[in-house]
């Protein structure tokens, strides 16, 4: 089956700009989502499709694609923005494809 | 606001079955995937499998002989359980919504609605 690649942990000053990537073979067919998942909650959904945010999540957040790596990036990212991030997709070489979670990547603000 | 409300045992013994119920509250349960997720203490997320509202399931290959979903459409409530449960399956549980469209030659599938999740434990 198909993987999602993170790095483990990135870092950013405190209203710098992150990016966070994830690679995956599946994503040359999916748009990743990406989730944000604070310690003790349940991951909730920050960006989804080509690049959309569900209603609240903050427009610092944004999304993009290119050939098997998916980016998020977070614009003046904010104390409450340290938390980890898990990108997701569907596997395409699966018949029904199977769902693929990245490894998560802990972003930590200084 | 579509809501998820999920309970279960908590504490397992090794080899007993966990089961786990998941209730949707204000939205509809046809059109979506309904999925089960879990975490390990400090790892990451592992999805275990899924169900859609006529009862089609599919499961990740590494737990399909232990796992079963299924779905009561007249409650709106989907069900997880897993056999022969260890030490290794000891997680916090989540039940999620899960969606499927196309945009452009690409696909996008996300879960936007999750359960708060359920600790279980596996100790003997």
């Known amino acids: 089956s198909s993987e999602l690649t993170q790095d483990p942990a990135v870092s950013v000053a405190l209203g710098q700009t992150v990016r966070i990537t994830c690679q995956g073979d599946?994503?040359?067919?999916?748009?990743a989502s990406w989730y944000q998942q604070k310690p003790g909650q349940a991951p909730v959904l920050v960006i989804y499709?080509?690049?959309n945010r569900p209603s609240g999540i903050p427009d610092r957040f944004s999304g993009s694609s290119s050939g098997n790596t998916a980016s998020l990036t977070i614009t003046g990212a904010q104390a409450e923005d340290e938390a980890d991030y898990y990108c997701n997709s569907r596997d395409s070489s699966g018949n029904p494809p199977d769902v693929v979670f990245g490894g998560g990547t802990k972003l930590t603000v200084l | 606001q579509v809501q998820l409300q999920q309970w279960g045992a908590g504490l397992l013994k090794p080899s007993e079955t966990l089961s786990l119920t998941c209730a949707v509250y204000?939205?509809?349960?046809?059109?979506?995937?309904w999925s089960w997720i879990r975490q390990p203490p400090g790892k990451g997320l592992e999805w275990i499998g899924e169900i859609n509202h006529s009862g089609s399931t599919n499961y990740n290959p590494s737990l399909k002989s232990r796992v079963t979903i299924s779905v009561d459409t007249s409650k709106n409530q989907f069900s997880l359980k897993l056999s022969s449960v260890t030490a290794a399956d000891t997680a916090v549980y989540y039940c999620?919504?899960?969606?499927?469209?196309?945009?452009?030659?690409?696909?996008?599938?996300?879960?936007?609605?999750w359960g708060k999740g359920t600790t279980v434990t596996v100790s003997s």
């Open positions: 204000g939205g509809s349960f046809s059109g979506y995937y």
């Open positions: 999620a919504r899960g969606g499927v469209a196309a945009a452009g030659p690409y696909y996008y599938y996300y879960m936007d609605v």
């Open positions: 599946s994503l040359r067919s999916y748009y």
């Open positions: 499709g080509k690049n």
